[in-house]
């Protein structure tokens, strides 16, 4: 399996989600186009698939062929095969793992794991046997490979592997505190590990924190990935028999399961479903927490877990921090920040990253472990990532993180410009507003004149009602002067309006006929006077003249 591709990759995926023999070989055949290693590379992935056997498939093993109520005699200082144990490192729901000192053909210290009772069945150790030759094609610098395999003496199947004297990667993250760059790099260097198995048709099945172990190399992290392969050979049918009285052993598990291992149906689980929990094990390097509550999967029913994990969608990583509460500045402190800058970071791109990696439908996740590295180093290296459609204003973002010099120069650019445009907008903006302000006191002062001429006239007819009242009991009285007087106060100017009627030219008429000696005042603009037939006169506008004759003195005025 040398020189793999992901072309032959990518159409394993394809084939294995075809039915029949003859229609997945008729696809094959169409596929690989005459391409004789390319189809090599294809048969030997379902090949090692099907040896290897479906996560949920093999048949439920008898009750009596599954429990081994012995007890465990292995212990510090037992001899087994080459091996000899010296200390126990650790115990999972699958058996105890030690550390032991290999004396032949050579000395080594390894890891080696006890299967518990329960779980050391022929079937479980033929499973494992026919797998162990793909598993010893890995050689991978983060991969813990698997070295051994073989049976006490007291019939436990065990397995040995590269010994890694490290912690859990999440554990390793938070001690160290590192930032969410290094996480992230961490984590790119699992993946690779994963495509790394993946090529050779191994599918891990069980990627979780406490399977991916961090130790240092001239203080420097690496991390690495066990036990590939280990809990694949070893599983069986998921049964609610088995779920229920093995429950607290598998704690955890069923956090980092993916949906097609919990239907507990016939469909193959594929390469994707590891792409599923590298998704959850980001999830929880990048906010502390899992996508769903470990405490509430262990209050639930076998079937409610089964339920969650296939149809309740998990919050984005970035609502999941902002929900934390008052642990909130723990796990921000553990990444080296604040809660405020955790959830930046995480908003957006990462947030984006870590969904489509827990997509329920696994045809929507990333195909391959390598195609979720390289979104991750794209998100690293500023570039776009390909989790959602990019929008232009995003591609600019991107770029201009990229190159932060020209793009500083060009916002140099722009903002002179736009402080230009505002610049010029702002003073046009005012001389308007100074133009409509002016334009506003204008017609202001035009209505405030309008109103008061239109009082003055009204006052004016007022007074000139209230004065030929006044007149009309000054005749009566026969106060001849007052009347002429009141009556000559409305001969209007020229601009003026003459509201002189009847009321006003009847007084004036009698005011002249009962003057028999004095001065008689005229207002006519234009007339002609005959007095006695004697005397007669006219004018013409231009001036003012008196003429007198008898006892009569005529004043003509403009």
């Known amino acids: 399996m040398a020189n793999w591709n992901s072309q032959a990759n990518d159409i394993f995926l394809k084939a294995i989600e075809i039915g029949t023999s003859d229609n997945r070989q008729a696809y094959l055949r169409e596929a690989c186009d005459g391409d004789d290693r390319l189809m090599g590379q294809v048969e030997a992935l379902l090949d090692a698939s099907q040896r290897a056997g479906s996560f949920l498939e093999s048949p439920p093993l008898e009750l009596n062929a599954t429990v081994d109520a012995s007890p465990v005699v292995e212990q510090p200082g037992t001899v087994i095969g080459p091996y000899k144990l010296r200390e126990q490192i650790g115990e999972g729901g699958m058996g105890v793992v030690y550390v032991a000192e290999q004396e032949r053909p050579l000395r080594r210290k390894v890891a080696l794991k006890i299967i518990k ?179 509430r999967f262990s209050e639930a029913a076998f079937d409610e877990i089964r339920r969650i994990i296939r149809e309740e969608e998990p919050p984005k990583p970035s609502t999941k921090i902002s929900t934390l509460g008052e642990t909130a500045t723990e796990v921000s402190a553990h990444r080296n920040t604040d809660p405020v800058r955790l959830r930046q970071q995480v908003r957006g791109d990462l947030d984006w990253i870590v969904m489509k990696a827990l997509e329920k439908d696994r045809t929507r996740r990333y195909a391959t472990a390598n195609g979720l590295a390289a979104e991750v180093q794209r998100f690293l290296t500023e570039e776009p990532v390909q989790a959602r459609p990019p929008s232009t204003v995003y591609r600019l973002r991107k770029f201009a993180r990229r190159n932060k010099g020209a793009a500083f120069a060009a916002t140099a650019l722009v903002a002179v410009l736009l402080f230009g445009i505002t610049a010029a907008t702002t003073a046009l903006v005012w001389v308007e507003s100074e133009r409509r302000l002016a334009e506003t006191e204008k017609k202001k002062a035009l209505a405030q004149r309008e109103i008061a001429e239109q009082e003055s006239e009204r006052r004016r007819r007022l007074q000139y009602d209230s004065d030929l009242v006044v007149a009309h009991h000054a005749w009566e009285e026969g106060h001849i002067d007052r009347v002429v007087e009141l009556l000559r106060q409305h001969v209007p100017d020229s601009d003026q309006d003459d509201l002189r009627a009847f009321g006003w030219y009847n007084l004036w008429q009698r005011c002249q006929s009962s003057l028999q000696a004095g001065v008689v005042d005229v207002f006519w603009s234009s007339w002609t006077l005959s007095v006695n037939g004697e005397l007669e006169f006219s004018t013409d506008r231009k001036g003012e003249a008196q003429c007198r004759k008898g006892s009569i003195c005529l004043r003509i005025r403009k």
């Open 117 to 295: 009772p329960g779980m050391d069945t022929k079937e479980v150790i033929a499973r494992f046997e026919a797998e162990r030759q793909a598993l010893a094609l890995m050689e991978h610098p983060h991969i813990a490979r698997v070295l051994d395999a073989g049976t006490t003496e007291s019939g436990r199947p065990y397995f040995v592997m590269e010994l890694v004297r490290g912690i859990s990667i999440t554990e390793y993250s938070d001690r160290y505190r590192l930032s969410t760059r290094r996480r992230l790099e961490l984590f790119v260097a699992v993946c690779q590990a994963v495509q790394h198995a993946h090529q050779k048709g191994i599918i891990h099945r069980d990627i979780k924190p406490s399977n991916v172990l961090v130790t240092e190399h001239d203080s420097n992290p690496v991390p690495k990935v066990i036990d590939f392969g280990v809990a694949k050979a070893i599983n069986q049918r998921l049964t609610e028999r088995t779920i229920y009285t093995r429950f607290q052993q598998m704690v955890g598990t069923p956090m980092y399961m993916s949906p097609e291992q919990a239907e507990l149906s016939g469909l193959d689980v594929d390469t994707r479903s590891d792409i599923y929990s590298l998704g959850v094990l980001l999830y929880e390097l990048l906010t502390g927490g899992t996508p769903f509550d470990q405490q």
